[in-house]
């Protein structure tokens, strides 16, 4: 159009048509042609002078930013109102604003009023509340010739537009990895304007000059993070080093090739092997024999079991083995993946041995607990058991599994008159003794001693009870009384035995003669009654009317029952003509018996043969040494006392008195056994029935000799023993022990 060529053309065919014809109307329209051409260039001229003024406006506002310090240095908030102002002078707009994504609102950074010269901020919108406006925007640049009719503008219309007169906008986003990042908004106001594709081009390379300063903030952002992190880690790090170190227990971690990473202060101390040292290295590299099983266990903790503890060895710096509990547990990388193992051990050396000591010293205690002879009970404070011995276990037939935390009493019956001591005891913390308690088991006297010790330990209230079985304490003392008394009162006996049986043998003598000299017809006494002046019949008829022979038999009478007892009286004394020999008790007691049918004093009580005797004979039973005539004398008197007894007793129906003669073998002994099924002993008679001259019976019933002397026969003449046991109202039995002959030992 504006080619020089072309005008020179048409004035060139004015010149050559206006020799032909009228020209002057030709001449005029190509005036008028030309004017209207001349007019349009100056147009085109002028616009493309108004093009290259804005260019170069633009090319200015992009240098002057572009160099600004605030934008160099990526102060993007100082430079926002420089940018604004710059760029809406460039463009010629009203207004020029910089927004910013804030999560989900863009807010905007700086607004520049061209008119009235003035900065604003702080104003936000809803990105949900445009969304034709954000997801055009988050793609490309928003070019609104007239933004009240642009559906991507639109929408602002009422509350935005209109108010602020706004007739087209330039709105161009700031991307940042294909992210919205900030918009930069250019608005024309009252006409609408048509967007050049310079000015867009210009506001596309302001966006960039943004998105440059916003993606250097970023990275910056992420370069202070990054320091802060890594200052932040080598703090961590430090503080766990520090941390594993203050630990006092070993410990060490590995990675998954079984590599060691390091180790703490408490591993190096034992070990003798410091974290530099154990650095990539493995356990065979350090303990060749002990790695096989270590790295067994690593393998397996990795490949599932996460954690584990489990008893093994180690050897520490000293080349000592150590018994110790490892606690194993892998560890995970940030993807999640097992990374390593983390161990720790405690050393148990010590402590077992000191278990095993300690388990030996119960072990110890238990066993001389249980090997007393004593029950021992130990008893809390409210008399429940905390402790039971063997013995315990053995009396009572109940075991230290069934006793414990029972109440005593229940478990022990015979103990509950104790438990008031018990408890008083514990009170009292003074312990108390009780001698000799009696009590009768499965029909045998037994006695106790009964200690109780309370517990003087600060805060364990309870107490220890010690039962001992003084039975046979108890029955040897008893004994002793016994022989003690034996021998006094039995050496008195013999003794006046002695003196008496003199001048008894002088009365029975004396007796016999006078019955001989008055009643028999010899030749000297009828001699006699001549010189007299009598008859031997009439002095036969006046002692029969005086009745001196009947008087004469009671003194015989009297005078042999007297002589029976000096002769028992006798037995006590010492010396012993006795001559003691092999016997079978078995047929010393089968004639004992046949003796007994046929006793006078036994018969006058009552029928022997209605007593039904049992024997209870080992058949193989070894002699005795003995003498017949003193063990049947003694025998004797054990069935004549029993027989006596047990006519005292009234018998049910269906019962009646019966003897158990029992023969057994009690090395070295043969122990006879005479039971019978009378009344019973009390107490007061059992404790003095073999004393000399002690019976229950009237004074003509009984001497009180025949269990004294069938005794001393037993003790001291064979020595043997003898003793008694009964159940009150039910039986009573007599044992003895004979010594058994030397060829059948
Ligand atoms: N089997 C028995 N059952 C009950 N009591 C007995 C028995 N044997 C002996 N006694 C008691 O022992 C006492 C002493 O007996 P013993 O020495 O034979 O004298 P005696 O028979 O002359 O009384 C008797 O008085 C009697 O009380
Ligand atoms: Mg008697």
Redesign the pocket.
């Known amino acids: 159009m504006n080619d020089p060529t072309s005008l020179r053309d048409k004035i060139v065919g004015l010149s050559e048509s206006s020799g032909r014809k009228s020209y002057y109307p030709m001449l005029q329209q190509k005036i008028r042609e030309l004017q209207t051409e001349i007019s349009e260039r100056r147009r085109a001229e002028n616009r493309l002078r108004e093009t290259l003024e804005r260019i170069a406006r633009q090319q200015a506002a992009i240098a002057g930013i572009s160099t600004h310090p605030d934008v160099f240095h990526g102060r993007l908030a100082e430079a926002a109102p420089m940018m604004t102002e710059r760029t809406a002078h460039a463009l010629d707009v009203a207004r020029s604003s910089l927004w910013i994504m804030q999560g989900d609102r863009l807010c905007c950074m700086d607004k520049y009023d061209a008119p009235g010269d003035a900065h604003t901020s702080g104003q936000c919108l809803d990105c949900s509340k445009y969304p034709e406006y954000f997801d055009a925007i988050r793609k490309e640049a928003i070019v609104a010739n007239e933004a009240l009719e642009d559906p991507r503008t639109r929408s602002f219309s009422l509350k935005y537009l209109q108010a602020y007169g706004i007739a087209a906008m330039l709105d161009v986003p700031v991307l940042i990895d294909g992210e919205l990042a900030a918009v930069i908004c250019f608005e024309h106001v009252e006409t609408p304007r048509i967007w050049q594709p310079d000015e867009v081009t210009f506001a596309g390379r302001i966006a960039d000059q943004v998105a440059l300063i916003l993606g250097n903030q970023r990275r910056r952002l992420a370069e202070e993070r990054l320091r802060e992190a890594h200052t932040d880690l080598t703090r961590n790090f430090r503080f766990t080093e520090v941390l594993l170190d203050a630990i006092p227990i070993p410990l060490f971690y590995k990675n998954s090739d079984l590599r060691f990473l390091g180790c703490n202060r408490a591993f190096t101390e034992l070990m003798g092997i410091d974290a530099d040292e154990i650095q990539g290295r493995t356990s065979h590299d350090f303990w060749p024999d002990l790695a096989p099983s270590y790295e067994e266990q690593d393998r397996n903790l990795l490949n599932g079991a996460g954690r584990s503890t489990y008893e093994a060895k180690v050897r520490d710096k000293n080349g000592e083995f150590r018994e110790v509990i490892f606690a194993k547990q892998v560890f995970f990388d940030e993807r999640n993946r097992t990374d390593g193992i983390i161990g720790s051990f405690v050393d148990i050396t010590e402590r077992n041995r000191s278990e095993k000591e300690s388990q030996r010293l119960r072990t110890l205690l238990s066993n001389i607990i249980n090997s007393m002879p004593s029950m021992l009970i130990g008893v809390d404070a409210d008399g429940r058991i905390a402790q039971w011995n063997q013995r315990a276990a053995l009396v009572t037939g109940v075991d230290e599994e069934q006793a414990r935390g029972r109440q005593l009493d229940q478990v022990v019956a015979w103990l509950s008159p104790e438990m008031r001591r018990i408890r008083q005891s514990i009170a009292s913390k003074k312990p108390l003794f009780e001698g000799k308690i009696r009590r009768i088991e499965e029909g045998e006297t037994i006695f106790e001693d009964v200690t109780i010790y309370p517990l003087i330990t600060n805060g364990v209230d309870g107490a220890v009870i010690r039962i001992d079985d003084v039975t046979d304490k108890v029955r040897i003392e008893e004994v002793l009384v016994q022989s003690e008394k034996m021998l006094s009162v039995g050496g008195l006996a013999a003794g006046m035995a002695h003196e008496i049986n003199n001048p008894l043998a002088s009365i029975m003598g004396n007796a016999q003669v006078l019955e001989t000299r008055l009643m028999q017809p010899l030749p000297q006494n009828t001699a006699a009654a001549q010189d007299a002046g009598i008859t031997m019949e009439a002095l036969r008829t006046y002692l029969n009317l005086r009745g001196i022979p009947k008087m004469i038999q009671s003194i015989r009478g009297s005078g042999a029952q007297a002589a029976q007892i000096v002769s028992n009286m006798l037995s006590f004394s010492r010396k012993s003509d006795s001559v003691l020999a092999p016997e079978d008790v078995r047929s010393l007691l089968d004639k004992t018996l046949e003796l007994a049918c046929t006793d006078y004093n036994l018969k006058k009580n009552y029928d022997f043969k209605k007593i039904r005797i049992l024997r209870e004979f080992d058949p193989d039973l070894p002699k005795i040494m003995g003498s017949s005539s003193k063990l049947q004398q003694v025998f004797l ?2 069935l ?7 006519g ?1 007793k009234s018998f049910p129906e269906g019962d009646g008195p019966r003897f158990i003669l029992r023969a057994h073998r009690n090395p070295p002994w043969v122990r006879v056994e ?1 039971e ?1 099924n ?4 009390e107490e007061s ?1 059992r404790k ?5 001259f ?4 009237p004074v003509d ?10 005794y001393f026969i037993i003790t001291e003449e064979h020595c043997g023993m003898m003793s ?1 046991q ?1 159940a009150m109202g039910k039986w ?1 039995r ?1 044992i003895i022990d004979l010594p058994t002959a030397p060829e059948y030992k």
């Open positions: 008197n054990l004549r006392n029993g027989a006596e007894a047990m005292e005479v019978d009378g009344p019973g002993l008679v003095r029935i073999f004393e000399p002690f019976t229950t019976k019933k009984g001497t009180g000799l025949g269990l004294s002397v069938s008694v009964t009573t007599f």
